[in-house]
C-alpha cells in the first residue's frame, strides 16, 4: 500500500499535487469549528456545526477552482477577492467565516424552533483511571465527580 501511494505521488503531474496541497489546507479549516465547537462546548448544534462546514468546504473549493493563473485555468492561487468587501485575501479563511456565521445563525434558529437535540448519556463512571493489571505503580486512583478529592502525597 505504501509502495503504491509513494508510486502514485511521484508518477503524478505536480500540478495536480500542489492543487491537492491548496485545497487540504482549506478542507482542514474547515474541521475547526466543528471540532473545538462540538468537543469543547455543548452550545453549538450538531447538525449547525455540519452545514457550517459543508458550507466552508463547498465555498472553499469552488472559490479555489475559480482562481486562475498564468500557468493553469483553476486552482492558480489561494487568494480571492473576499465577497461583500472588495479586498483580497485568503480563501480558507473566508470560508472559515462564513462555517462559523452558518453555524452560529443555524444553532440559534434551531435551537428557537427547539430541533431535535441528542441526550448526552455519558455518565461519571465514564471519567475514571484505569490502571491495567498494575502496570504503572505511581497511577493514583482518581476520584470520582463529587466524591472527595485525591490525597495528598506530597
Do not use: C
Request: overall charge neutral.
Amino acid at each position: 500500500m505504501k509502495v503504491g501511494a509513494l508510486a502514485f505521488v511521484l508518477t503524478m503531474d505536480k500540478t495536480v499535487a500542489i492543487n491537492f496541497q491548496l485545497l487540504g489546507g482549506i478542507w482542514i479549516f474547515q474541521t475547526f469549528p466543528a471540532l473545538v465547537g462540538g468537543l469543547f462546548t455543548r452550545w453549538f448544534h450538531r447538525w449547525a456545526l455540519l452545514a457550517g462546514w459543508a458550507v466552508g468546504v463547498i465555498y472553499g473549493t469552488l472559490a479555489a477552482y475559480g482562481v486562475a493563473s498564468p500557468t493553469q485555468s483553476h486552482f492558480g492561487g489561494s487568494a480571492k477577492e473576499i465577497p461583500g468587501i472588495g479586498e483580497i485575501g485568503y480563501i480558507g479563511l473566508t470560508a472559515f467565516v462564513l462555517n462559523v456565521a452558518v453555524t452560529v445563525v443555524l444553532t440559534f434558529a434551531l435551537k428557537a424552533f427547539k430541533a431535535f437535540k441528542a441526550t448526552d448519556v455519558t455518565s461519571s463512571e465514564d471519567y475514571v483511571a484505569d490502571d491495567a493489571a498494575g502496570a504503572d505503580p505511581k497511577a493514583v486512583p482518581v476520584p470520582r465527580p463529587g466524591t472527595s478529592p485525591a490525597p495528598n502525597l506530597s
